[in-house]
């Protein structure tokens, strides 16, 4: 069984820096790729990032590229997500997720963490 933990949520100040985790056990074929989602309250579930374990290759949502970076560890079996130049509009709760491939659309993932809370201060 697949299970995903996030972790390093929290109250910043604009402008400030956050590092989210997510440790992953069970791991399996077919969680090749992690995700990260976040979800604002009244909104719908915005792709932020993507890793896959084994080449490292990496993709971006638009409104946080440039900003935050998202690293693993293999040996730990954790990935990160290295969050800068926070403004009030990233304040969300913040998921890990893991499928196969890459994919933007968290209706693609089947696997997914329970959630960080990100609360931005202006």
């Known amino acids: 069984q697949v299970q995903l933990v996030e972790s390093g949520g929290g109250l910043v100040q604009a402008g400030g820096s956050l590092r989210l985790s997510c440790a992953v056990s069970g791991r399996a074929f077919g969680t090749n790729v992690m995700g990260w989602f976040r979800q604002a309250a009244g909104k719908e579930r915005e792709f932020v990032a993507a890793?896959?374990?084994?080449?490292?290759?990496?993709i971006y949502g638009d409104s946080v590229k440039g900003r935050f970076f998202i690293s693993r560890d293999n040996a730990k079996n954790t990935v990160y997500l290295q969050m800068n130049s926070l403004k009030p509009e990233d304040t969300a709760v913040y998921y890990c997720?893991?499928?196969?491939?890459?994919?933007?659309?968290?209706?693609?993932?089947?696997?997914w963490g329970q959630g960080t809370q990100v609360t931005i201060s202006s």
């Open positions: 890793i896959s374990w084994i080449a490292g290759n990496t």
């Open positions: 997720a893991t499928r196969y491939d890459f994919s933007r659309d968290f209706e693609d993932y089947p696997y």
